[in-house]
């Protein structure tokens, strides 16, 4: 018998500027293991970065047969990320992408992807409070400040 565990995920994206350059960043903890990546964009928003951290993480589970069909749950101090995912993007889908004021969804390409790769998976979406002593948000966050610093220097 195969022993399951809750695979744990931790995000963060942020910009110096609004737009600026940008970088997100993820920890995925197992009962075994831990994984974690970040990356960079020269120009960008922190909704962006946000959505990206979130992303990645998934596909690099979807990337690991063996996590595949493990509970998630993913720890975003996002608001934005966390209540689009559980709370606007069903509606968003169902009015062709757009918001109840009837405008475009903001970063569609990312809600899009995100949306395909999270709807039939068992995902636990958890808003945690940036930068109160969290460690693994804190860690998150000092992936991100990490990655900006490498991709702004010459």
């Not at 963060?12 to 960043?25: F, H, K, L, Y």
């Not at 493990?70 to 559980?86: A, E, L, N, R």
């Not at 709807?119 to 991100?144: D, K, Q």
Request: charged share 20%; glycine share 8%.
């Amino acid at each position: 018998m195969t022993q399951s565990h809750t695979i744990e995920i931790w995000t963060d994206g942020g910009c110096r500027g609004n737009p600026g350059a940008g970088a997100w960043a993820f920890v995925i903890t197992t009962g075994s293991s831990l994984v974690e990546r970040s990356g960079f964009e020269p120009q960008t928003t922190n909704n962006r970065m946000e959505l990206t951290a979130v992303r990645e993480a998934l596909r690099e589970i979807g990337d690991n047969e063996q996590w595949k069909s493990f509970p998630i749950t993913v720890s975003t101090d996002s608001q934005y990320v966390q209540k689009g995912i559980t709370e606007w993007i069903r509606a968003w889908e169902r009015n062709s992408w757009r918001t109840s004021s009837n405008k475009p969804v903001k970063n569609l390409d990312l809600w899009s992807a995100l949306w395909e790769l999270a709807r039939n998976r068992p995902i636990t979406w958890t808003w945690v409070m940036g930068h109160a002593g969290n460690p693994m948000n804190e860690r998150c966050h000092r992936l991100v400040e990490q990655a900006i610093e490498r991709g702004s220097s010459p």
